[in-house]
């Protein structure tokens, strides 16, 4: 290091002048030494008492890693680097650089702490009974989480970055001799191969992730609680937590899992197997309730029985819109309602509920503009549409593209959507594992945790529907003892 | 190129779709025509049909195709593209008269475009990603299909009589042998299946898909004449038809339409695997999987919209053509299976000694990379 004032403003520059950036001049051991931070980003108690203080304490500090490391309270191992490129990537990550007069290298010390909030209860997985834990926007603490699951050295975290402005920490978590080494570096490789300016949130790695780019449906599970990652890792899953968001992505994905919920498995199988069951008859009924109904009235209405056609015309009479067009509207309507709900304030939202419910709905069906019948089908199929909650969007646009189908083609339509919809399904695979599975192909061994789930003491293989190693998860009860 | 291994269980269903699908519509009202409301004739095609497919497991069980590898070109290439035209054609054929089913069941005001055109879309897709694709689809619909067959002969309000079923030789042997063969286009639906593939080869599923598909054809033909009796002959589709008269029908209303989405589906399902079939054999020849499927989709539906439905029905139902049919199916598994019994013996007629006739006689039981694990 030729000159510190020189090397201070050399790093000021590659700030350009930021105003955040911190230097702190001080006497160490004799010796002139510069500390550059950003603001905000340390503990700045910790820095003054572990790091400054023990510096201009110091009587004699020569500048080596020794000699700082042995003069300065801070636990961690100081990380020296040879360049000034290295040191300022360090004072961007928000570390601490510290410069020594008289010496050639820099020195870094890793003091961070950012605004960070505290782990609580994912709104979208709350459960009865269960952990409450959530993540959290922070990759340490959401490590953390995991770590204190699964207390085995086979546990790996395998720490990358990505974004090439942001330096995004990613982590991807497997368990050793359980995941597929294969699926393990795919994975490792697509994240390798982002180039991109910048990851915001995990979503971004998803669509990298994913097996097909245009697929309708997500091919990487989600998850908020390290409960259920910890689960899906335990079974060969391999997992990716992105700093600065709170969802974890899992690999290999099965259209069953988006039908599992941690509450299922704390409690009894039977009332698990039935939730599984309605929580399926929900998107059924997302998808094909509104396009069923639009094709019996306005198509098949010769196929309903009597009474009920007696009850649906009586209400239909003097409907100023046609049945697809009325269907439609109320759709519509009920989506531009779920969009302005989930956009407004919470205090709002009550409000917009009695807006949309009475105000709306009523108003319409008395003002005869829609029948109460559709106003029926599309609150049930609304209810339907959140038994599956990752995938509100994608059922949310297929039960709009079966409508329009329905409405055009009637039942024959609608037959025809299914049969598509399932010949799409069968077409996915994510990391070698049919999409459809246990189910397409029929994966006998793997049924004990599907619509019909058995308890945890009989599960004692792990699933064969996706890739992973170590089919035993535990010794049949009767082998123990 | 997708893959053409699936699971012996899938096989087994596909042999179901095929077995039923247009079996269970049209054929019971064609031969009740010919030759009345009697078991013999559906007893001859299932007897033949059950034959056919014995040939064509045998064929996948010996290594199938891929382990032919190209090998007796010229008689491989005419066999193909034989192959290809028979199940284009019955492809293009069914795919017409369900078309028209379609139209008279449930969509008068269509117009016949609209109906070919949406038709196709779903069974292209699955043609065009492959066996795998039509498997795991199968797989998934068959408990829906079976459950719907189940309720609507469970629950059928008519007078069943079987007395309706005449006895079996009321014509000459002969007579019915004639009429039945005449029906060829309904027959040798076996013959796609020659492109497969299968895994776990020693659980029985193939051979319980075979025996429980044409038992169940066979029954329903029964219960169908018993149903119906001489009235067959008006009757039309007979899978959807059955539905019409159900005890639940006052409470859940004309249950027809579960007879349409079962039947739809399973027609969906098998045209795709007849034109995949198309498409494998004809890739065989012109190496390229996209063109050939282009060709055989683009041309069985412009030849549909062209041809008029009348043409359609008169044709299907001449017996010249069915003999044809029957034969050149017939004739295309016989045929694969001399090639591959030939090339099989060429190999274990080697000569060398030691290591060298170790070699070929492995070669001779692994034949298509079917290891013995996996037999």
């Known amino acids: ?53 023990p510096l201009t304490h110091a009587e004699k500090l020569s500048p080596t890693a020794e000699s700082i490391q042995r003069s300065i309270y801070y636990c961690e191992e100081l990380r020296v680097k040879a360049n000034r490129e290295e040191i300022i990537e360090l004072i961007a990550e928000g570390d601490i650089a510290l410069l020594v007069e008289g010496s050639r290298e820099y020195f870094g010390l890793s003091i961070r702490k950012y605004p960070r909030r505290a782990v609580e209860e994912p709104p979208t997985s709350t459960v009865f009974k269960g952990p409450r834990e959530g993540f ?29 402005l942001t330096g995004t920490p990613i982590a991807v978590i497997y368990i050793e001799g359980v995941a597929s080494p294969h699926v393990v570096s795919k994975v490792k490789e697509r994240i390798e191969n982002i180039n991109m300016d910048g990851i915001i949130d995990s979503s971004y790695v998803a669509r990298y992730l994913e097996e097909k780019k245009y697929s309708l449906f997500t091919e990487v599970g989600v998850t908020e609680k390290p409960d259920i990652m910890t689960a899906k890792i335990l079974e060969g899953r391999v997992a990716v937590i ?105 205090f709002l939202g009550i409000s917009l509920s009695i807006v949309g419910a009475i105000v709306l709905g009523n108003t319409a069906v008395q003002a005869g503009l829609i029948s109460s019948p559709a106003v029926l089908v599309t609150a049930v199929s609304a209810i339907g549409l959140f038994c599956v909650p990752d995938q509100v969007s994608t059922f949310s ?83 123990n003892s | 190129m997708p893959t053409n291994e699936i699971y012996n269980r899938q096989f087994a269903i596909l042999i179901f779709f095929a077995a039923m699908t247009f079996k269970l519509s049209n054929l019971p009202t064609f031969l009740s025509t010919s030759v009345g409301v009697n078991m013999l004739a559906a007893v001859m ?59 008279g069941l449930m969509f008068d005001q269509a117009s016949n475009e609209l109906i070919f055109l949406t038709l196709i879309i779903p069974i292209a897709f699955m043609a065009v990603k492959g066996i795998r694709v039509i498997a795991r689809t199968a797989e998934i619909f068959f408990p829906l299909v079976v459950f719907l067959m189940v309720f609507s002969i469970a629950f059928i309000k008519g007078n069943m009589n079987i007395n309706y079923n005449l006895p079996l030789l009321t014509m000459p042997i002969a007579d019915y042998a004639k009429f039945t063969l005449g029906y060829g286009l ?102 390229k999987r996209n063109l050939a499927a282009a060709i055989i989709l683009v041309g069985s539906l412009i030849s549909v919209l062209v041809v008029k439905e009348i043409l359609i029905r008169s044709f299907i139902i001449t017996p010249i053509f069915g003999y044809v049919m029957l034969g050149a199916g017939s004739a295309c598994i016989i045929l694969a299976l001399s090639l591959l019994g030939l090339k099989k013996h060429k190999i274990s007629q080697k000569g060398g000694s030691g290591d060298e006739r170790k070699d070929n006689a492995k070669d001779a039981k692994d034949i298509g990379g079917l290891k013995k694990a996996d037999l």
Request: proline share 4%.
């Open chain 1, 136 to 164: 959290v926007e922070d990759i340490k603490t959401n490590l953390a989480m995991v770590r204190r699951r699964v207390r085995s050295p086979n546990l790996v975290v395998y720490m990358t970055k990505s974004g090439k």
């Open chain 2, 186 to 287: 309904w027959m040798v639906d076996a013959l796609p299946f020659l492109f497969l593939s299968l895994k776990n080869h020693k659980l029985p599923y193939t051979s319980l898909g075979i025996a429980f598909s044409y038992f169940a054809v066979l029954a329903c033909i029964f219960l169908g004449n018993a149903l119906y009796g001489n009235f067959m002959v008006k009757i039309g589709n007979l899978f959807i038809k059955v539905n019409a008269f159900n005890y639940f029908a006052e409470e859940l209303g004309n249950l027809q339409w579960m007879g349409i989405l079962a039947w739809l589906t399973m027609t969906a399902i098998y045209l795709s695997t007849l034109y995949w079939g198309s498409i494998e054999a004809l890739t065989r020849v012109i190496k």
């Open chain 1, 1 to 53: 290091m030729k000159d510190i004032e020189s090397e201070l403003r050399q790093i000021e520059q590659a700030f350009l002048g930021s105003s955040d950036i911190r230097i702190r001049r001080i006497n160490a051991g004799h010796a002139m030494a510069a500390i550059v931070y950003i603001d905000g980003l340390i503990d700045r108690e910790l820095l003054e008492e572990n790091v400054i203080k």
């Open chain 1, 242 to 346: 992105v700093d600065g968001s709170p969802i974890v992505l899992t690999v290999p994905m099965l259209l069953m899992e988006e039908f599992q919920d941690s509450f299922d498995y704390y409690n009894k199988s039977w009332r698990a197997s039935l939730l599984r069951f309605l929580r399926l008859l929900g998107a059924f009924f997302t998808i094909f309730l509104p396009a069923v109904y639009l094709a019996f009235t306005a198509h098949a209405y010769s196929m309903l029985p009597l009474r009920f056609l007696m009850s649906v015309m009586n209400a239909v009479v003097g409907i100023t819109f046609n049945a697809p067009i009325e269907m439609l509207v109320v759709l519509v309507l009920f989506e531009v309602l779920n969009q302005a709900s989930l956009r407004m304030p919470r």
């Open chain 2, 45 to 103: 095609i299932t007897v033949i049909e059950i034959v056919l497919y014995v040939l064509v497991a045998l064929f996948i069980r010996s290594g199938g195709f891929d382990s032919l590898d190209y090998a007796y070109k010229p008689a491989q290439y005419p066999l193909m593209i034989i192959i290809s035209l028979f199940l284009a054609l019955k492809a293009t054929l069914f795919f017409s008269g369900a078309a028209y089913n379609v139209k």
């Open chain 1, 397 to 479: 646009f297929l039960r709009m593209l079966v409508l329009i189908v329905s409405a055009v083609l009637g039942l024959f339509g609608v037959i025809l959507a299914a049969i598509m919809l399932v010949a799409y399904l069968s077409n996915l695979n994510s990391y070698g594992a049919p999409y459809l599975a246990p189910y397409a192909p029929i994966v006998l061994p793997d049924m004990k945790d599907s619509f019909l789930k058995d308890g945890v003491p009989t599960m004692t293989k792990r699933p064969y529907s996706f890739p992973n190693r170590n089919r035993t998860r535990q010794r049949h009860p009767d082998q």
